[in-house]
């Protein structure tokens, strides 16, 4: 039946401060760590019986329940009633809305569960690692991460195995959202299309990539035989280097392409769809000419 929103809403009894719009800041400042702090909840409301230019109210965390202040320690009880601060009660209702990802999951998923809110984002794609325990509830999972992280996020999908072909293309299931894969990305200075479905992609490796980079001299000569979609090949055409970027997918090959023509750099990247080791020995022994029959481009 999909996800029941309305079991989320609860009401919670606070104390609240009724101050002047002109103390907030100060009162914020005072009583820093006994103020309400929830995510998607804001600590400063207008009262509900009054003109939000006459009043504000400024929300005590759970830990102060009565009104008389005595939770509060003296100091600031004593600038709380000298600023001429009233407390009183506030009913604040919390919805669904309220709730952070990992805040729905814990709800819903049993006791002692490991809770997968984290993701690696891919475009619009997130792209979680479920255990074999979270699978029985893979579909609510996928539910709420998408409607907690929309609209960055219009698709999120679960590797189903490892990767264990010559491609480096893990098989993967839809959980939620849309089933095109195909996206992009920015990584230093360049922007990538994908079709995450088809090709190897991780964006946790853009530290590494930019260090890479780093060292590489400009205008020098880069041969790379796993180029993949280009995260090496194409930053470092745009550094003046002359690329032979090659990957034996030929799925990579074709984003590869796509990526040197988009990033402008097709005049300094010529690309290939062999086998690495064919690839470095043709580089190696020039008089075994490089293939040019549609499975090498570029300048």
Same mark, same amino acid.
């Given at each position: ?11 919670? @009894?606070? /104390? #609240?401060? &009724? ?5 907030? =800041? ?16 804001? *600590?400063?409301?207008?009262? %509900?019986? #009054?003109? @939000? ?21 003296? !100091?600031?009880? @004593?600038? /709380? ?16 809305? $309220? ?10 998923? %049993? ?13 619009? /794609? ?12 893979? =579909?609510?999972?996928? !539910?709420?991460?998408? +409607? ?22 893990? %098989? ?13 990305? &920015? ?21 590494? $990539? ?50 040197? *023509?988009?990033?402008?750099? =097709?005049? &300094? ?5 062999? +086998?690495?080791? *064919? ?5 190696? $022994? ?14």
């Amino acid at each position: 039946p999909g996800l029941q929103k309305d079991q989320f809403n609860v009401s919670i @009894e606070l /104390v #609240a401060l &009724r101050i002047s719009p002109k103390q907030c =800041a100060g009162f914020m400042a005072r009583l820093s760590g006994h103020v309400l702090h929830r995510p998607k909840v804001k *600590a400063i409301i207008a009262p %509900p019986d #009054a003109n @939000e230019r006459e009043a504000k109210l400024l929300l005590l965390n759970e830990g102060v329940s009565d009104t008389s202040l005595t939770e509060l320690p003296t !100091e600031l009880r @004593e600038y /709380v009633l000298a600023e001429g601060a009233v407390a009183e009660r506030h009913t604040l209702k919390l919805t669904y809305e $309220h709730l952070t990802a990992e805040q729905v999951l814990r709800t819903l998923l %049993p006791s002692g569960m490991e809770v997968p809110s984290a993701f690696e984002q891919i475009g619009h /794609v997130a792209h979680v690692n479920l255990r074999e325990e979270h699978l029985p509830y893979k =579909a609510t999972i996928g !539910e709420v991460l998408l +409607d907690k992280n929309a609209p960055r996020i219009r698709s999120v999908v679960n590797k189903v195995e490892s990767i264990s072909n010559e491609f480096r293309v893990f %098989p993967m299931e839809l959980l939620a959202g849309d089933p095109s894969l195909r996206t992009s990305v &920015r990584e230093n200075g360049a922007k990538f299309e994908l079709d995450y479905s088809e090709v190897y992609w991780n964006s946790r490796l853009e530290t590494e $990539h930019k260090r890479v980079l780093e060292l590489l001299p400009e205008n020098g000569v880069i041969a790379d035989g796993f180029a993949g979609i280009g995260p090496f090949a194409v930053p470092a055409a745009m550094r003046g280097c002359r690329v032979y970027a090659n990957d034996l997918n030929p799925k990579s090959h074709e984003w590869l392409a796509v990526n040197v *023509a988009g990033n402008k750099v =097709a005049s &300094r990247v010529k690309t290939y769809n062999m +086998d690495g080791r *064919a690839f470095i020995q043709a580089l190696l $022994h020039p008089t075994a000419p490089m293939p040019d029959d549609g499975t090498g481009s570029g300048g």
